[in-house]
């Protein structure tokens, strides 16, 4: 007596199927994060370098003009006037802000963002 095969796949060889497909798309998950995230810390640490070159720039406009006492930019809007369309550069972290700490360097509240 010969038994019927019947056609498509058993049970066990679709659950091998879908935990196969289930780790390999666990890792490329962490690998886009992983990517994302220094994507992110690059691209936030280049906006820090764009404020910072827009404090010197602050600077050396005050350095000119005797009247001014301060030098260093105190807020970030005393530097949007050296960006285009006044825009100033954000962090694309969502918990990530940007600080000015003394003498124009300026931060972010990132961890991953110091530079
Ligand atoms: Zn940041």
Excluded: W
């Excluded at 404020?51 to 970030?76: C, G, I, K, V």
């Amino acid at each position: 007596m010969k038994l019927k095969q019947e056609p498509g796949f058993s049970l066990v060889e679709l659950i091998v199927v879908i935990v196969i497909t289930g780790i390999l798309a666990s890792a490329a998950i962490a690998r886009y994060k992983s990517l994302s995230d220094a994507t992110e810390a690059a691209t936030c640490k280049q906006n820090q370098f764009n404020l910072e070159t827009a404090q010197s720039f602050f600077y050396m406009d005050r350095y000119m003009d005797p009247d001014q006492t301060t030098r260093y930019a105190e807020s970030f809007e005393e530097l949007a006037p050296y960006f285009p369309e006044g825009r100033l550069p954000q962090c694309p972290s969502a918990n990530g802000e940007y600080l000015l700490l003394p003498n124009g360097v300026v931060d972010c509240t990132d961890a991953g963002h110091h530079r």
